[in-house]
């Protein structure tokens, strides 16, 4: 399969806490991954990295085929330019625990702007697809609302919205129900699981909510201090995982592991 994520001897610290420590990965494309595991062991920090929020210290990353944090010039990796990292990222869309809409603008705007700023879309097209985005995820009717008038829940399907109005190559989903009151929690998950179902789009999502990680994904991977204790199949990982420490993990979540 096409591999378009692969992390490669990755490293990253903050101050003397070390994050990643020679992590390689791969995401093939079109798969749904879901990141597991306890708080500060790395899984968000992965997902800033791939959308250049955080740099690495050490190892490559690529793309696509392409090195996100590198430039190869003649025969040398050098460190990428901002030319280059502003095109890798073009490719990615992240939405975030928060769900950062614009309080200004519109639901409808909200998803139109970012479509004419930064791909160039025409307003009438743009509009047209935020409308049946809107749709998509269950807020017709919400077009002329303005954020403060939404739900979390209803915000944060906003964000998807807008995030797949982009068309990337890779959608990531960093703890996307962890900011909303536990009745609307539901309503989110359920919208991400008929993305997963019906589009080719890569997905990347770090989540505590097991029981949506082994409707959403694909492929399960375990990480405690920056490194990937165990991964598979959500099937094997929830019901007859390998190692102790994924079985004492998630015991904590789902009863009879």
């Keep these: 399969m096409n591999k378009i994520i692969e992390f490669q001897d990755v490293s990253k610290s903050f101050g003397s806490l070390q994050v990643l420590e020679n992590l390689n990965m791969h995401v093939n494309s079109g798969e749904k991954l879901a990141l597991i595991g306890p708080s500060g062991s790395g899984k968000t920090t992965i997902l800033r990295i791939l959308m250049t929020l955080e740099k690495i210290d ?3 990353v690529k793309v696509d085929g392409d090195y996100l944090w590198h430039q190869k010039i003649g025969d040398k990796l050098e460190p990428a330019s901002e030319k280059h990292l502003h095109k890798m990222r073009k490719n990615i869309c992240m939405v975030f625990q928060q769900f950062n809409l614009f309080p200004h603008l519109t639901v409808l705007n909200n998803i139109v702007q970012p479509q004419i700023l930064i791909k160039g879309v025409d307003k009438v097209d743009a509009s047209n697809k935020a409308e049946e985005l809107l749709a998509l995820v269950g807020l017709e009717g919400k077009e ?5 008038q939404l739900s979390g829940g209803q915000q944060q399907r906003v964000a ?3 995030a797949l109005a982009m068309d990337p190559k890779i959608m990531l989903f960093d703890e996307v129900t962890s900011a909303l009151d536990p009745e609307l929690v539901e309503e989110v998950l359920s919208v991400l699981r008929q993305l997963a179902e019906n589009t080719n789009t890569t997905m990347l999502t770090v989540t505590h909510e097991m029981n949506f990680a082994r409707d959403f994904a694909d492929r399960v991977l375990f990480f405690e201090h920056g ?3 165990e991964s ?3 099937d ?11 079985r004492d993990f998630l015991k904590n979540f789902i009863g009879g592991i």
């Design 160 to 162: 998807i919205a807008r």
């Design 232 to 234: 598979g199949p959500p």
């Design 58 to 60: 050490g190892g490559v």
């Design 144 to 148: 002329s609302h303005y954020p403060h």
């Design 236 to 246: 094997i990982m929830f019901t007859n995982p390998k190692e102790s420490r994924t």
């Design 227 to 229: 490194r990937i204790i």
